[in-house]
């Protein structure tokens, strides 16, 4: 099963490395319960799992490619960060990569969505504000009314993380 490949690769990859105070597979793992979660196929589940490989380790497409085939390592490149000055400029520069292929987006906004969760769930408020703050450029980026059903699935459970997080921010 490519879940499986992908997970065991992904794992090694990124060992040593943290997601706040835990092992970085909890995030990987994360993104993955989210795709199972809106029945995404298992080469979108695989690139959850590889998701940061290139970005923060020492894997390239090529290495994710001989592992996982084409389709899972081109995933993984278009949701890698391009080189730029800051965050901003970074992501601004990636966002077509990822608007660009239906499967792409779809890991993003998993990422997107399993970091939001953890980061409120944490109330890790450096984190949390930074997700609040960027979402508006985010949605205005990729957002597309020419989305599938899943991709309004998950950028609905996007929206509501938001709106009750900025409820919540509001009332205390």
Known sequence: ??????????????????????DYSFHLGALASVAKEFKLNENIIAACWLHDTIEDGKVS???????CGEEV?????CVTDE????????????????????????VKL??????????????????GSMYLKEHPKFKNQLFSDNSTETLFMLWKRLEDLVSNETK???SV
Do not use: W
């Open 110 to 127: 998993c990422d997107r969505i399993a970091n939001m969760q953890q980061s409120f769930l944490d109330n890790n408020e450096q984190l």
């Open 1 to 22: 099963m490519i879940e499986t490949t992908a997970k065991a690769f992904a794992i090694k990859a990124h060992k040593g490395q943290t997601y706040g105070t835990k």
């Open 168 to 170: 919540k921010r509001q």
């Open 73 to 77: 390592a081109e995933m993984v490149y």
């Open 61 to 67: 497409f090529q290495d994710i490619k001989e592992v």
């Open 83 to 106: 080189l730029g000055r800051n965050r901003t400029e970074r992501k601004l520069k990636t966002y077509p990569k990822i608007k660009a292929n239906n499967s792409t987006f779809c």
